[in-house]
């Protein structure tokens, strides 16, 4: 999806297909409820992926002793994330848990105003 | 925008007045919503004061305001998306830079469309003031009434106090102020007594922001004498160029005129959504299919693709759009709110915490080189979600599904997903009976879950014999819920289930 703002700075918002399929198959059916309109599932589920990885950053930065967090923190602002990453692999922090913790509650929260 | 320049447009029950009046280049914006407190306080009678960070400011409070918040915080992204255009060449085009990522994400979020944002202008200005009738609330003419009646007694007395001079081709810096920018973009010269045959535009109607189209030759200079009883100083400023009965049709700049509905009624949007400013096509928002400003006289059949071959709609054809958008306009406001509450709550308070560790800011080029990062990790995120479990067609391509899907007369549902959904190659492995059991447990499914939507078309149609002509079946949502685990089914799909109910 390609959206052009006035500037003609393009802004290329990577489509689903990076997740699995299934994730997204479910996810499309339990948001239903939230919108009919597929384009803004499709929207959401991005959305709730970028939560899914800014709550995991955040929690490796937690993770991380002090002097590598503030390492860390300035490799973000940065914008140099996969270095973020290394430093963690590095420090040991397995990510898989993380994700998969911080995946089940979001989406928790996600099915529960659907079920209103 | 040249100092000088200035346009008008509304939004929804509210009508802005831009103009950038000094050589600082600063922004001046006057709203009908906050006329009493410009009008407050201010030695010059003209406090027009509202800077592009104000405006921004007002954009966020608008997003906590209970009442109309999914609407507002769209009409008021609108507000600040013209701002940007205008002020696109502007000394102050920097500020709008850091605003136009903010800008074009709201705009994204709210359903709107960041290229035709004219057309939306048009659509919100038909849903608020539909709103804003039903609600009780003030209705748009009302407010442009009043809004006008100050503005006019500011100007002239700016006028007299020398702040603003329309009676000047061109100010000291020698910037042509003969010129006023439509909301649309296109120009107008200000007094212009003169128009030669190929610049004619049949200006004997005028299109308003919400659509209706005003007969506006039908004032006679009588009527207009009379309606300028009250402002002598607006006939003043009127009369600085000559009237005409061959004028009186023209482009020229009006402030006075006032226009009428075709049937002869004045309408509560006489006063002009934003428009009027002109006497002319006085479309607040270039709405999609009217009469531009460049004086189009195309037909509907004109090439709808560029803004001067846009034909002008009927006011039947007008409506039904209008109808059209609000239904999609409305969904979109449903699903926005509540996709609101369930992400950008969370998403907030871990961007806050974030910026508690030392995040400087959270912007585009970082979240997708967040996401991407992620999207990177396979394997991990092939349990995102907890989901470890491998796709039962992993490794197949899968056939596109419609969303739309029209049955062929005497089909039903059991047919169409036995023959449409689960009759594609990756699935060509199912027997018949395997598909007739799943089909099964998808409706029974369904009746235990009557008031999920996302079974509607199921339960609908499951008993049914046939499918009424003209019904679109989706079929990827089909797909979707014969393809998620079911605690019912032990956490297995409708289709592993099936296939092995144990």
Not at chain 1, 13 to 35: C, D, G, R, W
Not at chain 2, 15 to 44: I, R
């Given at each position: 999806?390609?959206?052009?703002?006035?500037?003609?700075?393009?802004?290329?918002?990577?489509?689903?297909?990076?997740?699995?399929?299934?994730?997204?198959?479910?996810?499309?059916?339990?948001?239903?409820?939230?919108?009919?309109?597929?384009?803004?599932?499709?929207?959401?589920?991005?959305?709730?992926?970028?939560?899914?990885?800014?709550?995991?950053?955040?929690?490796?930065?937690?993770?991380?002793?002090?002097?590598?967090?503030?390492?860390?923190?300035?490799?973000?602002?940065?914008?140099?994330?996969?270095?973020?990453?290394?430093?963690?692999?590095?420090?040991?922090?397995?990510?898989?848990?993380?994700?998969?913790?911080?995946?089940?509650?979001?989406?928790?929260?996600?099915?529960?105003?659907?079920?209103? | 925008?040249?100092?000088?320049?200035?346009f008008l447009f509304?939004?929804?029950?509210?009508?802005?007045?831009?103009?950038?009046?000094?050589?600082?280049?600063?922004?001046?914006?006057?709203?009908?919503?906050?006329?009493?407190?410009?009008?407050?306080?201010?030695?010059?009678?003209?406090?027009?004061?509202?800077?592009?960070?104000?405006?921004?400011?007002?954009?966020?409070?608008?997003?906590?305001?209970?009442?109309?918040?999914?609407?507002?915080?769209?009409?008021?992204?609108?507000?600040?998306?013209?701002?940007?255009?205008?002020?696109?060449?502007?000394?102050?085009?920097?500020?709008?830079?850091?605003?136009?990522?903010?800008?074009?994400?709201?705009?994204?979020?709210?359903?709107?469309?960041?290229?035709?944002?004219a057309?939306?202008?048009?659509?919100?200005?038909?849903?608020?003031?539909?709103?804003?009738?039903?609600?009780?609330?003030?209705?748009?003419?009302?407010?442009?009434?009043?809004?006008?009646?100050?503005?006019?007694?500011?100007?002239?007395?700016?006028?007299?106090?020398?702040?603003?001079?329309?009676?000047?081709?061109?100010?000291?810096?020698?910037?042509?102020?003969s010129y006023v920018q439509m909301a649309d973009g296109s120009l107008y010269e200000n007094n212009k007594t003169e128009k030669t045959a190929e610049e004619s535009v049949d200006m004997s109607y005028v299109q308003m922001a919400?659509g209706t189209l005003y007969n506006s030759v039908e004032q006679?200079?009588?009527?207009?004498?009379?309606?300028?009883?009250?402002?002598?100083?607006?006939?003043?400023?009127a009369?600085?160029s000559e009237k005409s009965e061959e004028t009186k049709s023209s482009d020229r700049y009006e402030w006075n005129d006032i226009v009428r509905?075709l049937?002869?009624?004045?309408?509560?949007?006489?006063?002009g959504?934003g428009g009027n400013y002109g006497g002319n096509n006085g479309n607040g928002g270039s709405g999609g299919g009217g009469n531009n400003g460049g004086g189009n006289e195309g037909g509907p059949?004109s090439d709808e693709?560029s803004p001067e071959g846009r034909g002008r709609l009927t006011?039947?054809?007008?409506?039904?759009?209008?109808?059209?958008?609000?239904?999609?306009?409305?969904?979109?406001?449903?699903?926005?709110?509540?996709?609101?509450?369930?992400?950008?709550?969370?998403?907030?308070?871990?961007?806050?915490?974030?910026?508690?560790?030392?995040?400087?800011?959270?912007?585009?080029?970082?979240?997708?080189?967040?996401?991407?990062?992620?999207?990177?990790?396979?394997?991990?995120?092939?349990?995102?979600?907890?989901?470890?479990?491998?796709?039962?067609?992993?490794?197949?391509?899968?056939?596109?599904?419609?969303?739309?899907?029209?049955?062929?007369?005497?089909?039903?549902?059991?047919?169409?997903?036995?023959?449409?959904?689960?009759?594609?190659?990756?699935?060509?492995?199912?027997?018949?009976?395997?598909?007739?059991?799943?089909?099964?447990?998808?409706?029974?499914?369904?009746?235990?879950?009557?008031?999920?939507?996302?079974?509607?078309?199921?339960?609908?149609?499951?008993?049914?014999?046939?499918?009424?002509?003209?019904?679109?079946?989706?079929?990827?949502?089909?797909?979707?819920?014969?393809?998620?685990?079911?605690?019912?089914?032990?956490?297995?799909?409708?289709?592993?289930?099936?296939?092995?109910?144990?």
């Amino acid at each position: 999806m390609v959206i052009k703002p006035l500037l003609n700075i393009v802004i290329i918002l990577p489509s689903p297909k990076f997740m699995n399929q299934e994730i997204i198959n479910k996810l499309h059916a339990v948001l239903y409820t939230v919108s009919p309109l597929a384009s803004e599932r499709d929207r959401m589920i991005e959305e709730i992926g970028d939560t899914v990885w800014l709550e995991t950053i955040e929690q490796i930065l937690v993770r991380l002793p002090e002097d590598r967090r503030a390492e860390a923190i300035a490799l973000l602002n940065e914008d140099e994330v996969e270095k973020v990453l290394e430093i963690a692999e590095r420090e040991a922090i397995d990510i898989t848990p993380i994700l998969e913790d911080i995946s089940k509650n979001i989406l928790n929260e996600v099915l529960l105003p659907a079920k209103e | 925008m040249l100092q000088g320049q200035q346009f008008l447009f509304s939004v929804g029950n509210e009508v802005y007045f831009v103009h950038n009046q000094n050589s600082m280049n600063e922004l001046k914006v006057e709203s009908s919503e906050t006329e009493k407190t410009t009008m407050e306080g201010n030695a010059n009678g003209v406090d027009l004061s509202m800077r592009l960070d104000e405006l921004q400011r007002r954009i966020e409070r608008a997003k906590t305001l209970d009442e109309n918040a999914s609407s507002r915080p769209f009409e008021l992204y609108v507000v600040a998306k013209k701002l940007a255009e205008v002020l696109m060449g502007s000394k102050i085009a920097g500020e709008i830079l850091d605003n136009q990522e903010v800008i074009n994400n709201a705009i994204a979020e709210n359903g709107g469309d960041v290229n035709n944002i004219a057309e939306n202008s048009v659509i919100v200005d038909a849903v608020a003031k539909d709103t804003a009738m039903q609600e009780s609330v003030l209705s748009p003419g009302d407010a442009v009434r009043s809004w006008r009646e100050n503005y006019y007694k500011a100007v002239n007395t700016a006028n007299e106090k020398g702040v603003i001079d329309f009676s000047k081709k061109e100010d000291e810096e020698g910037v042509d102020m003969s010129y006023v920018q439509m909301a649309d973009g296109s120009l107008y010269e200000n007094n212009k007594t003169e128009k030669t045959a190929e610049e004619s535009v049949d200006m004997s109607y005028v299109q308003m922001a919400d659509g209706t189209l005003y007969n506006s030759v039908e004032q006679s200079n009588d009527e207009r004498v009379e309606s300028n009883a009250g402002h002598p100083e607006i006939t003043n400023f009127a009369s600085t160029s000559e009237k005409s009965e061959e004028t009186k049709s023209s482009d020229r700049y009006e402030w006075n005129d006032i226009v009428r509905p075709l049937d002869g009624e004045v309408d509560d949007n006489g006063a002009g959504g934003g428009g009027n400013y002109g006497g002319n096509n006085g479309n607040g928002g270039s709405g999609g299919g009217g009469n531009n400003g460049g004086g189009n006289e195309g037909g509907p059949d004109s090439d709808e693709s560029s803004p001067e071959g846009r034909g002008r709609l009927t006011e039947e054809e007008y409506d039904s759009k209008v109808e059209d958008w609000k239904k999609v306009v409305g969904a979109m406001r449903v699903a926005t709110e509540r996709r609101e509450k369930i992400i950008n709550d969370h998403e907030n308070r871990i961007i806050w915490k974030l910026k508690n560790l030392g995040l400087k800011k959270m912007t585009t080029p970082l979240r997708l080189k967040i996401r991407k990062s992620f999207s990177n990790l396979k394997e991990k995120t092939k349990n995102l979600f907890g989901f470890g479990k491998k796709k039962v067609y992993e490794g197949t391509v899968e056939t596109p599904l419609l969303q739309e899907y029209f049955p062929q007369p005497g089909e039903n549902l059991s047919t169409i997903i036995k023959e449409q959904v689960l009759g594609v190659p990756e699935m060509s492995t199912l027997t018949q009976e395997q598909k007739d059991t799943i089909v099964q447990n998808l409706f029974t499914y369904a009746k235990k879950n009557p008031y999920m939507s996302m079974f509607d078309q199921v339960n609908t149609f499951s008993d049914a014999e046939s499918i009424p002509s003209g019904t679109a079946i989706d079929l990827q949502m089909i797909k979707r819920l014969i393809s998620f685990p079911v605690d019912e089914f032990g956490n297995k799909t409708i289709i592993e289930y099936s296939n092995n109910p144990s």
